[in-house]
């Protein structure tokens, strides 16, 4: 009570406001009142939600009075729950409410409240409540995180206790100095109480009632994507909106394709739309969506029906089916450990890339909008078992009519033997050989940039099989491939560029079984180098070297360089391969010249220059200690008694031997291509297939022949089977 | 198997307190055999259904088929009875070989989960023998 003196000063001051107990004593009631109320009613959604029963907690409670049977003694044991609730609840608000002050700050009390309910969380579930209340202890065993939140809400209820004060302080003083009856706090702050409880109410009302809301949301939500979607369509096991935050969960999204449903082609355990809150500084309302865990399977006889599908992929619907779901664009796309299985056929194992994480930020274009690239990427997987790759850049979805990208690219250790089946279609076949590489990607409408800083291939053992099949089809592929390649030199807006491409210890063989007998040409322990590798002239020539053993013996070295020249092939070239043991030739030798050898070494060197439609240089076979016998004595068959027509060259016997009986000759190649428009693979090609299959060959047949009436007489050896690479 | 009876009790028991026990029976299997598939699911184990799961011999079989015809044929107090001591039974031979597979689980997860079910299980085995006593009274 305040008198005499004091009521001067209080009369300056103004009025005085002071806490009385019961003020603390109501506050600390409503306090713990409303902190039980919230704890109870996320308690009992949970358990709802989990399937243990929106009841149990209440059960739970009432155990402390009815032991076990409370879960079967009815409302009357929810009910003595409840108040034992509420009760506690009060108790503890109270005691709250006595070591806080009307002053306290919101923020103050806020921690010190969530301090309290852990506190009491603590003190619950490890002393009180298993020795007190053991049937409700373990039924909080099966849900401790939402008993630990459940205490947090309790906590941020008792932080009302100083706002309640505020609200029940009656005492004050008038200008006389004299205590006036109690009067009602300032409406203001009553007014604020109301509105922050409403507010309050409306939060946790909305939380419970979006739980039962769930079967809705799952059958609008399926139904809608399957509008948009064409060619496939999804099954949603569960859904669930969050009203409180506007969180959208899926839970077990299928996708499947309509022509051949099973396997599903994608299943995704969860997908997640969130606002980005971030975002909304920036006066954007976007959203953030992850999918976490995602599989995609997709077999053989479901791809071949997407790539026959007149639609493509990319217009089957899926952003219209992505944005039926959720009201706001996605400015944020997360993938969490994803995974793609492509099964091949029935023998081979599936092509796996395992541990996909994918995120891409700023697809709006919110941020740096003048960038080319604003939005970043960023990926890594694990590809085919072992090997890994990174990609980190930035990309821009907005840009019309497709989106574009720059990133850099890192690649370890991909096992190049998972690929052959796939490659067998074009009559390769891979075994062992690793993946090194990193470079840069850009791919946008305005340009075309591929630029690797290095490849390696390690250990790779590459077989081509040239089939009577397949020989159309292989002709159009090496024409199509020449087409193509041509087509990107000097391309504008195209930019190739490959600066060092290292293979590694690897062998390479090429059988040919269109003729008779089948023979097989190959280099092992090779070593390949190529350097500037460019679709632009102006970047000037790339440089190619390879050291190996042909045939396992004949010690070989290759270089040159060829250019993308505007104006036709251009490429020089340098061949020396020096003492292949010839009999391990035997079969193509039986295959063009219809004899064979027992002993001998074959060594050849060329130089080739092609440029501006002129072919200028040499091929100079040489044999050593040569034993030959005949294959076929009785037949005059198989042997070319004259070179064929080169086709790149202007001379029918351009290439036409001359009569020598030496057994090393040098034989031109100078002339002019008579289709200058052919693409400098295509011509490498044909010059190495005329000089050394067809003009060598039958320059040896009449180097030897002289000596074939001499060696009929001697026993005929049989000649030596080429041996295998060794890998 | 604990579902199925539970099922059947809600709708033949007699009495408030048999059918309330039944629906916790229900709700709590449920509940437990969605974690132990969500677990198995995560650690890649195979599980069979519920029926092989459970067997462990034909005579296993024939029992369960026998109990399913009583109960089927029982009403009134005679399959609150029968209905009892059948989950008594049931839950104590549960508990038992739960704390077997206690003690040769090598899983951390495993062992937490087990820790878990035990007082559940315990709970519904007291509650069966409550109601029992109250039936004989």
Request: proline share 5%.
């Amino acid at each position: 009570m305040v008198e005499g003196s004091d009521a001067a000063n209080l009369q300056a001051n103004g009025a005085v406001y002071r806490a009385s107990p019961g003020a603390r004593f109501a506050a600390g009631i409503a306090a713990g009142m409303v902190g039980g109320i919230l704890m109870m009613g996320f308690m009992m959604t949970y358990a709802s939600v989990t399937g243990a029963g929106v009841t149990m907690p209440l059960k739970a409670l009432g155990a402390l009075v009815y032991g076990v049977e409370s879960l079967i003694a009815g409302p009357t044991a929810m009910l003595v729950g409840a108040l034992v609730q509420l009760g506690f609840s009060m108790v503890l608000g109270i005691l709250f409410a006595l070591f806080v002050s009307r002053g306290t700050s919101t923020i103050v009390a806020l921690f010190a409240g969530i301090a309290v309910g852990i506190a009491i969380w603590a003190a619950m579930d490890l002393f009180v409540l298993p020795f007190t209340n053991p049937t409700m202890a373990a039924r909080i065993a099966l849900m401790p995180l939402a008993y630990f939140i459940a205490h947090l809400l309790y906590g941020a209820g008792l932080a009302m206790t100083p706002a309640f004060i505020r609200t029940f302080t009656k005492e004050r003083l008038n200008y006389g100095g004299e205590r006036v009856a109690e009067t009602r706090p300032i409406r203001k702050h009553r007014l604020l109480l109301w509105i922050g409880g409403i507010f309050a109410a409306l939060i946790v009302a909305l939380f419970v009632a979006s739980f039962f809301l769930d079967g809705m949301i799952r059958a609008r939500t399926q139904a809608a994507m399957n509008q948009k979607l064409k060619g496939y369509h999804v099954a949603l096991a569960r859904a669930h909106l969050q009203l409180v935050g506007g969180l959208l969960t899926l839970n077990g999204l299928k996708i499947i394709q309509q022509a051949h449903p099973h396997p599903a082609v994608a299943d995704v355990p969860m997908m997640r739309f969130h606002i980005e809150w971030k975002e909304l500084l920036s006066r954007r309302v976007v959203a953030d969506v992850l999918l976490s865990h995602p599989q995609v399977h997709i077999d053989q006889t479901q791809l071949v029906s997407e790539k026959n599908d007149r639609v493509p992929l990319k217009q089957k619907g899926w952003q219209d089916a992505l944005e039926a779901v959720y009201p706001f664009k996605v400015n944020r796309f997360t993938i969490d450990e994803g995974d793609v299985v492509y099964i091949q056929d029935a023998v081979n194992p599936p092509l796996h890339l395992a541990k996909l994480n994918f995120t891409t930020d700023n697809i709006r274009n919110i941020h740096a909008p003048n960038n080319v690239y604003p939005s970043k990427v960023h990926a890594n997987l694990v590809i085919f078992g072992t090997g890994r790759a990174t990609i980190d850049g930035h990309a821009n979805y907005l840009e019309e009519p497709f989106p574009g990208a720059r990133t850099r690219f890192t690649i370890e250790n991909v096992p190049l033997s998972a690929l052959d089946p796939e490659i067998r279609q074009i009559n390769l076949a891979v075994s062992g050989g690793r993946l090194f590489g990193s470079g840069l990607v850009e791919y946008s409408p305005k340009v075309t940039r591929i630029q690797v800083d290095n490849v390696t291939i390690e250990r790779v053992v590459v077989r081509y099989v040239h089939a009577p099949a397949t020989q159309q089809a292989e002709a159009q592929r090496v024409k199509a491939t020449g087409k193509q390649i041509e087509k990107q030199n000097n391309r504008p807006a195209v930019d190739i560029e490959l600066r060092e491409f290292d293979i590694t210890h690897s062998s390479f063989s090429y059988t040919d079984k269109t003729k008779d007998p089948n023979y097989r040409l190959f280099f092992n322990d090779t070593d390949i180098a190529l350097k500037n590798l460019s679709n632009h002239q102006q970047q000037g020539p790339a440089d190619l070297t390879l050291h190996g053993k042909f045939m396992g013996s004949g010690d070989t070295t290759v270089s040159g360089d060829f250019l993308a020249s505007q104006h036709g092939p251009a490429f020089n070239m340098k061949v020396a391969i020096q003492n292949t043991d010839l009999p391990s030739m035997n079969d193509i030798l039986r295959a063009y010249g219809r004899f064979d050898v027992a002993a001998g070494q074959f060594s050849v060197f060329s130089e080739v220059s092609i440029k501006d439609g002129d072919m200028n240089g040499y091929v100079k076979p040489m044999f050593a200690n040569l034993e030959v016998y005949n294959y076929q004595k009785d037949k005059n068959t198989g042997v070319l008694h004259q070179a064929k027509e080169l086709v790149i060259g202007g001379a029918s016997h351009l290439f036409k031997n001359s009569s020598t009986q030496q057994v090393a000759t040098k034989i031109d190649l100078t002339g002019k291509l008579t289709s200058p428009g052919v693409s400098t693979w295509q011509a490498i090609m044909q010059v190495l297939h005329n000089a050394f299959i067809e003009a060598i060959l039958p320059g040896l047949d009449r180097a030897v022949r002289p000596n074939a009436a001499t060696d009929t007489n001697r026993p005929a050896h049989r000649a030596r089977s080429v041996p295998p690479p060794s890998t | 198997m604990e579902i199925a009876l539970g099922k059947m009790a809600e709708e033949k028991a007699s009495t408030t307190e048999i059918r309330a026990y039944a629906d916790q029976l229900v709700q709590d299997h449920t509940n437990v055999d969605q974690t132990v598939v969500a677990m198995a699911q995560k650690s890649g184990a195979h599980l069979q259904n519920g029926a092989a799961a459970h067997r462990e011999g034909r005579h296993e079989i024939v029992h369960e088929k026998q109990l399913e015809r009583k109960l089927k044929s029982a009403s009134g107090p005679d399959f609150d009875r029968l209905f009892l001591q059948q989950t008594s039974s049931d839950h104590e031979r549960l508990i038992r070989k739960l704390q077997q597979d206690r003690e040769d689980a090598s899983d951390d997860d495993l062992e937490a989960l087990i820790d878990k079910m035990i007082p559940i299980l315990e709970q519904h085995r007291e509650l069966a023998q409550i109601l029992m006593k109250k039936e004989q009274t």
